[in-house]
């Protein structure tokens, strides 16, 4: 049983670089989101798909945040000219379009430090 | 809009002790609650959860039960071990939000031996 995965699980960078994380949902999940967490806080919602459609994004992605998920596999969330307020926690999660309950499964996170 | 408001930490415990973390809700339509618990460097995990009134949610010894009068969803353990100690997550979803989660602010468990 192959859960939420997500590449790199650490990534520190200089600021005004450009960073790209990766998440492989469920295979069988329609649905994919993206939060973010900063310390102490709990997650806050940024994007999601369904399928490979992005049909949602918060105020809380700049115009320097693009996602993407091609064919409706796994996804990417690009940072470009990274700044010190982005460093958080990136969390993806993934869920069957249907469920009765809307639970979301979680993949590990990728911890950005923005130095 | 919808949020969730969890009783603030940390909390400290010994082992083997009554473990009970506050939540309440606001939300429109009838949400679906969740507890997730996360350990140190590591994701989220769904503990448990609860999709309409009256529902008991239970897993690990944990349980917390859907009380709309109240809004609340209080999570419970009777006796907890060193191994419970994580951040504790409430949340909620709505269908009509494409249940996207909302999340209160966490809660530090530490369970001393």
């Known amino acids: 049983d192959t859960g939420v995965s997500q590449d790199p699980r650490h990534k520190i960078t200089k600021r005004g670089q450009n960073v790209t994380f990766r998440c492989d949902p469920i295979?069988?999940?329609?649905?994919l989101y993206w939060y973010r967490q900063t310390l102490g806080q709990g997650p806050e919602f940024l994007t999601y798909f369904q399928n490979e459609a992005q049909l949602e994004k918060s105020r809380l992605l700049s115009d320097r945040f693009s996602a993407e998920r091609p064919k409706g596999s796994f996804s990417t969330l690009e940072i470009q000219r990274t700044e010190q307020g982005d460093s958080a926690m990136y969390l993806c999660?993934?869920?069957?379009?249907?469920?009765?309950?809307?639970?979301?499964?979680f993949g590990p996170g990728t911890r950005l430090t923005v130095t | 809009g919808d949020s969730v408001t969890q009783m603030e930490g940390p909390v400290t415990l010994s082992e083997e002790a009554f473990l009970t973390i506050n939540c309440t809700y606001t939300?429109?339509?009838?949400?679906?609650l969740f507890w997730y618990v996360q350990y140190p460097g590591e994701g989220l995990q769904l503990l448990l959860k609860?999709?309409?009134?009256?529902d008991k949610g239970s897993n690990k010894g944990f349980e917390a039960t859907y009380r709309k009068e109240t809004t609340s969803f209080h999570l419970e353990k009777g006796s907890v071990q060193v191994s419970d100690s994580a951040v504790y997550f409430c949340?909620?979803?709505?269908?009509?939000?494409?249940?996207?989660?909302?999340f209160g602010a966490g809660t530090t468990v530490t369970v001393r031996a």
């Open positions: 295979s069988e999940h329609n649905r």
């Open positions: 609860a999709t309409k009134a009256d």
């Open positions: 949340a909620l979803s709505v269908r009509s939000n494409d249940y996207k989660l909302s």
């Open positions: 939300a429109t339509g009838y949400p679906s």
């Open positions: 999660a993934s869920s069957p379009m249907g469920t009765g309950g809307g639970e979301q499964y």
